[in-house]
């Protein structure tokens, strides 16, 4: 299994341009979360979803849209990026049931200039 | 999710044990302990939860105080590679619709 997968890894954009960060997990697991983390923050969430077809806001949720069409993909979008988007993002995922236990993936390093 | 308080920084020798403490007070009687770390921008992963039990798993060892208001993450031989941020979270076991929130944790420095 390869767990939770982020792609790209590093992405820099201008001001202005749009990309989709695209977060992929093997496990079968409902729920999916996109956060973002700035320097010496803790980790703040954006957008979730507790299955496929549903999304939820979170914390932070402005300037950004999702999407859950399939079970194993959590898409987050950046209609026009601002250069307070610059930042970390963490795609994290988990099964239903009694737990807690997300399972992160290794992150996607976003600038924009 | 009740508010948790942790120290910002810690030190600890290599081989020795750490003992991450956290702050709970107003944790309610349903809520669990989770704890969290993140190693160097990595991605955060899951170390170890519980209720009101002391909790043992492969990683560490949790000690929740027997009026729940504090609990203790123990690494019991750290080592180098513990060096990381830890997070300690309150919330509801399995609350639909929202999700752990993390704040700025505990940076463990483990040094030789």
């Known amino acids: 299994n390869a767990g939770v997968t982020q792609t790209p890894k590093f992405r820099v954009l201008k001001t202005g341009q749009s990309m989709t960060l695209l977060c992929a997990q093997d496990?079968?697991?409902?729920?999916m979360y996109w956060y973002r983390q700035d320097p010496g923050m803790g980790l703040r969430l954006i957008h979730y979803?507790?299955?496929?077809?549903?999304?939820a806001k979170g914390e932070v949720p402005d300037g950004y849209n999702v999407s859950r069409l399939k079970k194993q993909n959590f898409l987050l979008g950046l209609e026009s990026a601002a250069p307070s988007q610059t930042s970390v993002y963490f795609c994290?995922?988990?099964?239903?049931?009694?737990?807690?236990?997300?399972?992160f993936g290794s992150g996607t390093q976003l600038s924009v200039l | 999710d009740a508010k948790t308080t942790q120290p910002t920084s810690m030190d600890c020798a290599e081989g020795r044990a750490a003992n991450l403490p956290c702050n709970h007070s107003?944790?309610?009687?349903?809520?669990?302990v989770y704890w969290y770390r993140q190693i160097h921008s990595q991605g955060p992963q899951y170390i170890i939860h519980?209720?009101?039990n002391n909790e043992t798993n492969e990683m560490a060892s949790l000690i929740i105080t027997e009026d729940r208001k504090s609990s203790t993450l123990i690494l019991p031989h750290a080592t180098l590679r513990d060096t990381a941020v830890y997070y300690c979270?309150?919330?509801?076991?399995?609350?639909?619709?929202?999700?752990?929130?993390f704040g700025k944790g505990t940076t463990l420095s483990v040094s030789s």
């Open positions: 994290a995922s988990r099964k239903t049931g009694d737990n807690e236990k997300l399972f």
């Open positions: 979803s507790v299955g496929e077809g549903t999304t």
């Open positions: 979270i309150v919330r509801l076991r399995n609350q639909a619709g929202t999700a752990l929130i």
């Open positions: 107003t944790i309610s009687g349903n809520e669990y």
């Open positions: 519980g209720l009101k």
């Open positions: 496990m079968n697991h409902e729920y």
